[in-house]
């Protein structure tokens, strides 16, 4: 009991543990998810953030890849971080990402922000990696799966850079003219099936269009520029930041700069090949931002392939899973 209180307490302990790829105890989870809750029950549903700042997007569980990006963009404090969500599922370290981030943002909370993605959903991570990653390392009985998901009614739905730049992880909604519409959303709740909170988190630009259409994902919109000027206009922003899309090179531009996707996830589901990216905005100027693309961590494909050759019973199920992701990844290849 003291020794896990001590542990607990002592944040910079679960760091070390954490950036050498160790899990933490349940017990330590629970707590540290009680004190997450405690930090983000007082944010609003948009976070106002500054720059200098640096945007990331999927992560999906690519542990050794979230190294990287620190190993390049920065470490916390010393770089300031905006996650635009889908921190898990599809990976093999999903916990050991959302770990790391949870415990950085209980010891720097005003340096690390977190919106949540479509995949910090009960319903998506049950067919999509985490709910079978957290009874494979933590076993059946275990409440991790549950602790987790629990903490991700709280994370926050957009934030805004600068009073200028829009992020959120998916795109805009037939019910969001204005952002007050998004400050009035009870947030604190499993993602919805419609409606704006969904939205938020699963629709995308489609540059074929000019207005709204239903989403061949099954959830939220496409939408066109139209809405986007409108939005834009309507709000006093000049341009929107968001990720859920899978992009070759690591991003893409829409409109002239208007939408932007960041993808930080590389070589995504250790299979795909594609570049990922982080943005790096270093000042409240329009230009004063790149975009610094990277690949695959060689620690990651060292980890690949520790799974394919590791016949320990326990990895069997995160295997047979890893078949399911694969089939699934040409069902819903962009989620
Ligand atoms: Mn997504």
């Not at 543990?17 to 105890?25: F, M, Q």
């Not at 709910?131 to 390392?137: G, L, M, S």
């Not at 739905?157 to 992020?167: G, P």
């Not at 795909?272 to 329009?286: H, P, R, V, W, Y």
Request: glycine share 6%.
């Amino acid at each position: 009991m003291t020794i896990d209180t001590a542990e607990v307490l002592d944040l910079d302990r679960c760091l070390e543990k954490l950036y050498a790829g160790t899990l933490l105890s349940e017990r330590v989870l629970e707590s540290l998810s009680f004190k997450a809750k405690e930090i983000m029950i007082g944010y609003k549903n948009i976070v106002e953030v500054s720059s200098p700042i640096t945007i990331v997007g999927d992560i999906h569980g690519q542990f050794y890849d979230l190294l990287e990006i620190f190993k390049i963009g920065g470490y916390i404090p010393d770089t300031n971080y905006l996650f635009l969500g889908d921190y898990v599922d599809r990976g093999y370290h999903s916990i050991e990402t959302i770990s790391l981030l949870i415990v950085l943002k209980i010891k720097y909370p005003n340096r690390i922000t977190l919106i949540r993605g479509n995949h910090e959903s009960r319903q998506i991570t049950t067919n999509y990696g985490f709910y079978t990653e957290c009874i494979t390392k933590y076993g059946v009985d275990s409440k991790v799966w549950s602790i987790f998901t629990d903490l991700f009614d709280f994370l926050v739905l957009s934030a805004i850079i600068d009073n200028k730049l829009f992020c959120i992880h998916g795109g805009l909604s037939p019910n969001i003219q204005d952002i007050q519409s998004i400050s009035v959303i009870d947030r604190f709740k499993e993602i919805p099936h419609d409606g704006a909170m969904a939205d938020l988190m699963w629709s995308d630009p489609d540059v074929e269009i000019l207005n709204f259409r239903n989403s061949s994902r099954g959830a939220g919109y496409q939408f066109g520029i139209n809405v986007v000027n409108k939005f834009l206009k309507l709000n006093g922003f000049e341009k929107i930041y968001r990720a859920h899309q899978l992009c070759n090179d690591g991003y893409q531009i829409f409109w002239k700069g208007k939408v932007n996707t960041v993808w930080s996830a590389p070589n995504y589901c250790y299979r795909c090949g594609n570049k990922a990216s982080i943005l790096e905005i270093m000042g409240s100027e329009s230009d004063n931002f790149r975009f610094n693309v990277f690949d695959a961590s060689p620690d990651s494909e060292k980890e690949l392939i520790e799974i394919e050759d590791n016949n320990n019973e326990e990895w069997n199920e995160l295997n047979n899973n890893r078949s399911m992701i694969k089939k699934a990844a040409y069902v819903e290849y962009f989620m």
